[in-house]
């Protein structure tokens, strides 16, 4: 389990033997506020606790891309062409404030996404149950108001690639983790490597850290508390 806090300047790991949705719930209990990820099933029953879901459109478009690699699907290819609209306008709003990239989402953001709203529903209409493209469509349907929750928060991401890069590191050496020794040596490993991506996660809003890819000093790059 891998989470960065909303301001991308903390990452925490967390090792646990399954992928059972109780450990999710350990990690974040009490906590009760908008929680950016996939649609694992595991997170399903933080919603009934006060958590707020909002549902990443990485996803969502990569459904809708390995329909069009599948079979060549038009409408397939068009919607990803269509979300890649809202991310244009994420990347204008990327240094603001969270009020002022609210402001801009309402005003440029929405009318985008309700204009894919209308037209994916009019697409699925022509396309039947177990067409790739028609399930990929489905997802975004029927996940819809947990997709746009970003539009009504500037401070909740449009999707949830800061924890997967966070994790790609792992994920890439998978081969390596296979075997940790023992429950007690992978929350060791948690820890460390929960240390290690939070400083690199500070760095990298560092201009002068931009175009490195090793582990900067304490010196260097202090933490501030």
Not at 185 to 205: F, K, N, T, Y
């Amino acid at each position: 389990f891998v989470a960065i806090n909303g301001k991308g300047r903390a990452v925490l790991f967390d090792f646990t033997p399954s992928r059972a949705g109780e450990h999710p719930r350990r990690v974040l209990q009490g906590f009760t506020g908008t929680l950016a990820t996939d649609d694992y099933s595991g997170y399903h029953a933080l919603h009934s606790h006060g958590v707020t879901a909002a549902l990443c459109w990485a996803h969502a478009r990569r459904k809708l891309f390995e329909a069009h690699e599948l079979n060549g699907s038009q409408i397939a290819g068009q919607a990803v062409t269509l979300i890649a609209k809202p991310y244009e306008i994420e990347r204008l709003g990327a240094e603001l404030e969270p009020q002022a990239r609210l402001l801009l989402r309402q005003q440029r953001a929405k009318p985008i996404a309700d204009a894919l709203h209308a037209w994916l529903i009019e697409q699925r209409q022509k396309l039947v149950k177990s067409d790739a493209t028609a399930k990929a469509i489905d997802y975004s349907l029927s996940n819809w108001r947990a997709l746009t929750r970003y539009l009504d928060d500037g401070n909740v991401p449009i999707d949830n690639n800061a924890a997967e890069n966070a994790v790609r590191p792992l994920v890439v050496g998978r081969k390596n983790w296979l075997f940790v020794g023992s429950q007690q040596a992978g929350e060791r490993a948690a820890v460390v490597m929960s240390l290690i991506e939070s400083a690199l996660c500070r760095a990298r809003h560092r201009a002068d850290y931009a175009d490195r890819r090793t582990m900067p000093s304490g010196l260097a790059f202090p933490l501030k508390h």
